[in-house]
């Protein structure tokens, strides 16, 4: 089958880092994304790797291991605006394969 | 301005209704795809098209119909045979070939609930 675990939920404080990791088991792998949705919102585009290494777009990075299956999604200098569910998606030849999502609460 | 338009943003039914619900889009973009996210879950593809007049089922697609008559607009409907359909539906598309990141670009979203 095909699958892709993210923790549910993170909490962190306002100003800090926090890393939401991603592991998968997909049948084809071209890259992995990440998306960003609020509350009641739609998804939008945040970063995808396709190669091992690190991707940096402002105050997120994210990181991917294919030998590990593995990648993560890097929030730096959080701000309440943070504060909203994240998706890893597998890019799997067309489709998009989604993670549940995780939930980043932000304490002030 | 370029984007993706789905309405309406609110549906209610009554049990063993068919609906519709519209997606266009003005990206130019080639491919389109039915995602539908039930509370605290991920996106579930239900059709997906590459191409005017052709289409694939995707992970959930019974119970649901859609049609690709034109690039710009991919309608879904909700049949009677979907036994669960309250949801969150997700209408995306995307660049076709030359991909670079195979970024998807939502619409607003449409939050069917049935009576």
């Known amino acids: 089958g095909q699958s892709l675990e993210q923790p549910s939920e993170v909490t962190a404080v306002e100003g800090a880092i926090v890393q939401i990791n991603c592991t998968y088991q997909t049948s084809g792998f071209y890259g992995l994304s990440w998306y960003q949705q609020h509350d009641g919102g739609a998804p939008t585009f945040l970063s995808y790797?396709?190669l091992d290494g690190l991707e940096e777009t402002g105050r997120f990075s994210s990181f991917l291991s294919r030998s590990d299956s593995y990648g993560y999604l890097l929030l730096q200098e959080l701000q309440m605006k943070d504060s909203a569910s994240y998706f890893c998606?597998?890019?799997?030849?067309?489709?998009?394969?989604w993670g549940a999502g995780t939930k980043l609460i932000i304490k002030p | 301005d370029g984007g993706i338009t789905q309405s309406p943003k609110y549906l209610f039914r009554k049990e063993g209704q068919n609906v519709t619900l519209s997606c266009e889009q003005n990206l130019n973009h080639d491919a389109m795809y039915w995602y539908r996210q039930d509370p605290g879950q991920g996106l579930r593809l239900i059709y997906y098209s590459q191409i005017v007049n052709d289409f694939q089922k995707g992970d959930i697609a019974e119970g649901y119909s859609v049609s690709r008559e034109k690039k710009e607009s991919f309608p879904l409907t909700v049949t009677s045979a979907q036994k669960n359909p309250t949801a969150f539906y997700l209408c995306?598309?995307?660049?076709?070939?030359?991909?670079?990141?195979?970024?998807?670009?939502f619409g607003p979203g449409t939050r069917l609930t049935v009576l």
């Open positions: 790797n396709a």
């Open positions: 998606a597998v890019d799997s030849n067309y489709q998009l394969i």
């Open positions: 995306a598309s995307s660049i076709v070939g030359e991909k670079i990141n195979n970024e998807q670009f």
